[in-house]
């Protein structure tokens, strides 16, 4: 199947840093890709639609500053957590639609950041 | 609004026996539902997707069936593995945005 990968796997990071997680389509061109949140023992929350060559689209209540998305090419979409805090720790989850129209969504790995 | 509750939250059962989750949605207008299996610290898998006209799939061990009259959806585990556990979650496709509606999953826990 279609394969999403995401890097780096694990960020620790000194409060006020900018972190940037990686999301790419390894075998398949993504227009369209997903970021998520999750906190431990909860589900997936999303934060934001990814749109190659566009502007994210941001759910309510997420800071567009705060967490800078660029989708730039069809198979790399990036996040960046800006001036990172404490409370931004958490595992950070990318998806996008697969090769075929069946509607298959794939996930990356995640990423745990952890801001000290 | 659109919900997906699963139950139970959290499961334990003896390696080879079977177990049923279960989940619950609200969302309409319905698209797809899905099941997927997060092992701790990991990315979802996709287990399965049924569309609106699919009463029953199958992946190997795994068994979803959709009711879309009632909307509910199930997923059987058959003879249970230690790698059976992780947490399950129920996503349903549909609204009006088409928009994913995120169940919060139950926690299966597989043992000696």
């Known amino acids: 199947g279609a394969v999403v990968s995401q890097h780096p796997s694990r960020v620790i990071c000194k409060s006020g840093t900018s972190v940037k997680i990686e999301c790419r389509s390894l075998?398949?061109?993504?227009?369209?890709m997903f970021w998520y949140r999750q906190f431990p023992k909860k589900s997936l929350m999303l934060m934001a639609t990814?749109?190659?060559?566009?502007?994210?689209?941001?759910e309510q209540g997420v800071e567009k500053d705060k967490f800078l998305i660029n989708h730039a090419s069809l198979t790399l979409s990036t996040l960046t957590v800006t001036s990172a805090h404490p409370e931004d720790s958490s595992f950070y989850i990318c998806?996008?639609?697969?090769?075929?129209?069946?509607?298959?969504?794939?996930f990356g790995e995640g990423s745990r950041l952890t801001v000290l | 609004k659109n919900q997906v509750e699963q139950s139970p939250q959290s499961l334990i059962i003896l390696e080879g026996k079977n177990c049923t989750l279960q989940c619950n949605y609200t969302v309409s207008p319905f698209s797809n539902l899905r099941w997927y299996k997060q092992d701790t610290g990991r990315g979802p898998v996709s287990l399965t997707i049924?569309?609106?006209?699919?009463n029953t799939k199958s992946n190997g061990r795994y068994t979803a069936t959709l009711d879309a009259d009632t909307k509910q959806s199930s997923l059987h585990i058959t003879a249970s593995q230690l790698s059976d556990s992780a947490s399950y979650i129920c996503?349903?496709?549909?609204?009006?945005?088409?928009?994913?509606?995120f169940g919060t999953g139950t926690r299966l826990q597989v043992t000696l």
């Open positions: 049924m569309t609106f006209s699919e």
């Open positions: 990814s749109n190659e060559g566009s502007k994210a689209t941001y």
């Open positions: 998806s996008a639609r697969g090769p075929v129209n069946t509607g298959e969504l794939f």
């Open positions: 075998d398949f061109q993504a227009t369209t």
């Open positions: 996503v349903v496709e549909g609204g009006t945005a088409s928009k994913l509606t």
